[in-house]
């Protein structure tokens, strides 16, 4: 069975940091594009972050470049969100997501992603 678990979310200050986890059972990362999305209450899900399967490059949408560090490490079929900096405008449920995309990630939209783990929250508040 393909699935993707995720860990991490939680309640963060203004500023602090998490770090969210998603392991792939069922099939091997390598070769896949990752993503990471977030869906807060009453808007659409939107991209994060990803990476290319077929050079390794990373995209960050303008809302968390410089604060959001998206990596990944295929001997542990596990990739990462290193979330700095956070703002309550984070706040939302964040989604792991893979598949094999022929181009660059960032012309993908959500949808066009196949696995996805069950998502987990992150709050930011005070």
């Known amino acids: 069975q393909l699935q993707l678990v995720e860990s991490g979310g939680g309640l963060v200050q203004p500023g602090g940091s998490l770090r969210l986890s998603c392991v792939a059972s069922?099939?091997?990362?390598?070769?896949?594009?990752i993503g990471w999305f977030r869906q807060a209450p009453g808007k659409e899900r939107e991209g994060v972050s990803c990476?290319?399967?077929?050079?390794?490059?990373?995209y960050y949408s303008d809302p968390v470049k410089g604060r959001f560090t998206i990596s990944r490490v295929n001997s542990k079929n596990t990739f990462y969100l290193q979330m700095n900096g956070l703002k309550p405008e984070d706040t939302a449920v964040y989604y792991c997501?893979?598949?094999?995309?022929?181009?660059?990630?960032?012309?993908?939209?959500?949808?066009?992603?196949?696995?996805w783990g069950q998502g987990t929250q992150v709050t930011v508040s005070s």
């Open positions: 069922g099939f091997t990362l390598d070769g896949y594009a």
């Open positions: 997501a893979a598949d094999r995309l022929a181009l660059s990630c960032r012309y993908y939209q959500h949808y066009e992603y196949g696995y």
């Open positions: 990476i290319s399967s077929h050079d390794g490059s990373t």
